[in-house]
């Protein structure tokens, strides 16, 4: 007990010395503050003024200065009109600067802090024109027709042409398959599971398996059309039977048409056509203008004519495809 009392005696001693150091230190400090304080008021008035108030305050108090220079600080003036938001709305000269010959001013302002002006209605906002779809950069027909990223179907058809005289003939629609203008409201082609149709085309090398595989998959259309058969037009010599078809691209290239008819998923028949691009209204158009009918098709749409009933062309047409690459 006695060694831990001696202990404590000794930590008090050097608590005391210490604080008679930080006591005397403020001291010093106290003493400099207010020579610089009085050294900067000018008039004998504020230094007894400071004298007096110097008097009644700690060292602490004097050294921080923060109190006193409140109590000796002059009353801030009152403020200004300021033009600081005005630049939004006016780019007036600064005066005794050159600027424009035409400008529009503001009124003049009284000598108090101008108030911000008042919001108008909502009334008063025109609204704001629709903004283009997001895929504007794809085009509209994109999704929406039989269309890639690279060429677009235009127009498809299977005729006949039946001669009437030297200069007039009739002619009949068996497949026609025309592209409107689509818009971006239009929806979307409907998605179906190619794996549903791989046993209507051939599955050997370059069928429809390995092109989808092979890719790009977006580039691949389904497309399912009515045949029309019901004609009173009589073939007869000169009737030609033919194919048209119309294309169109950004780019200029050459594109080679291969088209295969299948029965019953097996490749009976190839035709393969070349053609070149021309170029019309800023885009590139590929047209394959009456090509003629191949031997196979001509004499198949006579013997579809000739089935006595309508379900059995239905039921034949229903394993009949066209693969066209």
């Given at each position: 007990?006695?060694?831990?009392?001696?202990?404590?005696?000794?930590?008090?001693?050097?608590?005391?010395?210490?604080?008679?150091?930080?006591?005397?230190?403020?001291?010093?400090?106290?003493?400099?503050?207010?020579?610089?304080?009085?050294s900067?008021?000018?008039?004998?008035?504020?230094k007894?003024?400071?004298l007096?108030?110097?008097?009644?305050?700690?060292?602490?108090?004097?050294?921080?200065?923060?109190?006193l220079?409140?109590?000796?600080?002059?009353?801030?003036?009152?403020?200004?009109?300021?033009?600081?938001?005005?630049?939004?709305?006016?780019?007036?000269?600064?005066?005794?600067?050159?600027?424009?010959?035409?400008?529009i001013?503001p009124?003049?302002?009284?000598?108090?802090?101008?108030?911000?002006?008042?919001?108008?209605?909502?009334?008063?906002?025109?609204?704001?024109?629709?903004?283009?779809?997001?895929?504007s950069?794809?085009?509209?027909w994109?999704?929406?027709?039989i269309?890639s990223?690279k060429?677009?179907?235009?127009?498809?058809?299977?005729?006949?042409?039946?001669?009437?005289?030297?200069?007039?003939?009739?002619?009949?629609?068996?497949?026609?398959?025309?592209?409107?203008?689509?818009?971006?409201?239009?929806?979307?082609?409907?998605?179906?599971?190619?794996?549903?149709?791989?046993?209507?085309?051939?599955?050997?090398?370059?069928?429809?398996?390995?092109?989808?595989?092979?890719?790009?998959?977006?580039?691949?259309?389904?497309?399912?059309?009515?045949?029309?058969?019901?004609?009173?037009?009589q073939?007869?010599?000169?009737?030609f039977?033919?194919?048209?078809?119309?294309?169109?691209?950004?780019?200029?290239?050459?594109?080679?048409?291969?088209?295969?008819?299948?029965?019953f998923?097996?490749q009976?028949?190839?035709?393969?056509?070349?053609?070149?691009?021309r170029?019309?209204?800023?885009?590139?158009?590929?047209?394959?203008h009456?090509?003629?009918?191949?031997?196979?098709?001509?004499?198949?749409?006579?013997?579809?004519?000739?089935?006595?009933?309508?379900?059995?062309?239905?039921?034949?047409?229903?394993?009949?495809?066209?693969?066209?690459?």
């Open positions: 007990v006695s060694s831990h009392i001696q202990v404590l005696a000794r930590k008090k001693v050097r608590e005391y010395q210490v604080g008679i150091k930080v006591s005397s230190h403020l001291q010093v400090l106290a003493r400099r503050k207010s020579r610089e304080i009085q900067k008021l000018k008039d004998q008035v504020s007894d003024k400071a007096q108030s110097m008097a009644s305050m700690s060292s602490a108090q004097i050294v921080s200065a923060s109190v220079q409140n109590k000796l600080s002059p009353p801030p003036p009152l403020p200004q009109a300021v033009f600081s938001a005005a630049p939004r709305f006016w780019s007036g000269p600064i005066p005794g600067q050159p600027g424009p010959s035409q400008d001013k009124f003049a302002q009284p000598a108090y802090p101008i108030q911000p002006p008042m919001p108008p209605s909502l009334a008063s906002y025109e609204p704001l024109a629709p903004l283009p779809p997001a895929a950069a794809v085009p509209v994109q999704d929406r027709t269309a990223t060429l677009r179907l235009l127009e498809y058809s299977a005729f006949m042409e039946v001669p009437r005289d030297a200069e007039t003939y009739s002619k009949h629609l068996f497949v026609h398959i025309g592209q409107t203008n689509p818009s971006y409201s239009d929806p979307l082609l409907e998605a179906v599971d190619i794996r549903q149709i791989y046993d209507k085309f051939p599955e050997k090398k370059g069928g429809l398996k390995e092109l989808y595989e092979r890719g790009p998959q977006n580039s691949f259309f389904l497309v399912k059309f009515w045949a029309d058969l019901n004609s009173t037009i073939d007869g010599p000169g009737t039977y033919g194919v048209s078809s119309q294309y169109s691209s950004a780019e200029n290239m050459t594109i080679t048409v291969s088209t295969k008819v299948c029965s998923g097996k009976v028949v190839e035709k393969v056509e070349t053609e070149y691009a170029l019309e209204n800023g885009r590139f158009v590929y047209r394959i009456r090509s003629p009918m191949c031997e196979y098709m001509i004499n198949f749409i006579h013997k579809l004519k000739h089935l006595p009933e309508k379900y059995m062309m239905n039921s034949v047409l229903e394993n009949f495809t066209i693969l066209q690459v």
